[in-house]
């Protein structure tokens, strides 16, 4: 699915100019903003930036967003850990 968004002509000629990094930095802020507002899973949001547990658990604390681990989290985690 494809979205189009309505953005303010200043903000969208500020994105218009930002380098492909910088783009990526813009989509990394719309997933960890999603992610902290419970919208979306740790593990989409990784999948979404393509990073593993562990780089978008980092995304995640250079925003001081905490991370959402749930006692069925750890349960199912041990249960990995013990196979």
Excluded: N, Q, W
Aim: glycine share 8%; net charge negative; with cysteine.
């Amino acid at each position: 699915m494809r979205m189009v968004l309505d953005i303010p002509d200043e903000l969208a000629s500020v994105l218009h100019e930002v380098e492909p990094e910088k783009t990526k930095a813009v989509l990394v802020e719309m997933v960890c903003g999603l992610y902290s507002r419970g919208r979306i899973t740790g593990g989409k949001a990784a999948r979404l930036l393509a990073l593993d547990r562990m780089g978008f658990e980092g995304e995640l604390a250079k925003r001081e967003i905490p991370c959402h681990y749930t006692l069925d989290d750890l349960k199912h985690d041990a249960a990995l850990a013990r196979s």
